[in-house]
């Protein structure tokens, strides 16, 4: 364990988007998170679980020496933790520190400050890495799963005409049921479960323009006056890549 006493992230005030679940980042978590390794384990650990250094070393291609130190930085500031029921002599796991976090909002920091650089780093790494597995599955995911999973795993776009107040309904529904399944399954997989990766992205095109007309009542139902396009991509029955 590290002589500096790890920081308790459970302490730190949640975002607007999910009160009393998430936890943002201070100043100093967040600048120990910006670093494309730091991320990339901080990835690892939150979608594969408990790992040693030399374990994500070989993952990640990097040296144990390397992953060490970087996980004893990313411990300080409460980010991973030491598993201390794995393990046995000096072979030490670490894993994810409990808990849901978030980046503080780019637009509360001065631009050019080292917070908001901070942000952006870490935001193009999640991308980056959120990129990365979608690929690995179009690419890999017929050779390595049975029909059982690409039967099942879909990757959706649909368009909508909403409001912001249409789209904050939206968003919120979509969380009811990812808790639904965060607490059901995340600290108790059942037999046969494989690591899942959700990715939620829901944003006003920037080349788009307002429709026209007078603004829907608010009381009206979120799906009112909103038009749909739907296209779905299920791997199974069509591109087998993901």
């Known amino acids: 364990m590290s002589t500096d006493q790890p920081r308790d992230l459970s302490t730190e005030p949640s975002s607007s988007r999910h009160p009393g679940i998430d936890h943002i980042l201070p ?24 790992m040693t250094a030399s374990g994500l070393g070989e993952r990640l291609d990097e040296s144990s020496g390397s992953t060490s130190y970087h ?21 030490r796991w670490w894993e994810r520190t409990p808990g849901s976090i978030a980046i503080p909002d780019a637009r509360s920091l ?3 400050s080292a917070e908001r650089l901070a942000v952006k780093l870490v935001e193009d790494e999640w991308f980056r890495s959120r990129e990365q597995n979608f690929r690995e599955f179009v690419l890999e995911g017929d050779q390595v799963l049975g029909d059982d999973w ?10 909508l005409r909403l409001t912001p107040d249409q789209l904050g309904a939206l968003v919120a529904d979509i969380d009811v049921v990812l808790k639904r399944y965060i607490d059901a399954h995340k600290r108790t997989p059942s037999p046969g479960s ?26 009206a139902d979120p799906g009112t006056a909103a038009t749909a396009e739907t296209a779905t991509t299920e791997s199974a029955d069509t591109t087998k890549e993901r």
């Not at 996980?71 to 072979?91: C, P, S, W, Y």
């Not at 690409?150 to 368009?159: E, K, M, Q, W, Y």
């Not at 939620?200 to 608010?218: S, V």
């Open 150 to 159: 690409l039967d099942v795993a879909t990757s959706d776009t649909i368009n």
């Open 27 to 50: 100043s100093s978590s967040l600048k120990s998170l910006a670093h494309p390794l730091r991320v990339r384990i901080y990835d690892e650990l939150s979608s594969y679980g408990p």
């Open 194 to 219: 494989r690591p899942v990766q959700i990715h939620i992205n829901a944003f006003p095109l920037m080349r788009g323009e307002p429709t026209a007309g007078t603004t829907a009542p608010a009381t």
């Open 110 to 112: 001065p631009a050019g």
């Open 71 to 91: 996980l004893r930085q990313l411990e300080r500031a409460g980010l991973v933790r030491e598993d201390t029921t794995r393990g046995k002599g000096r072979e």
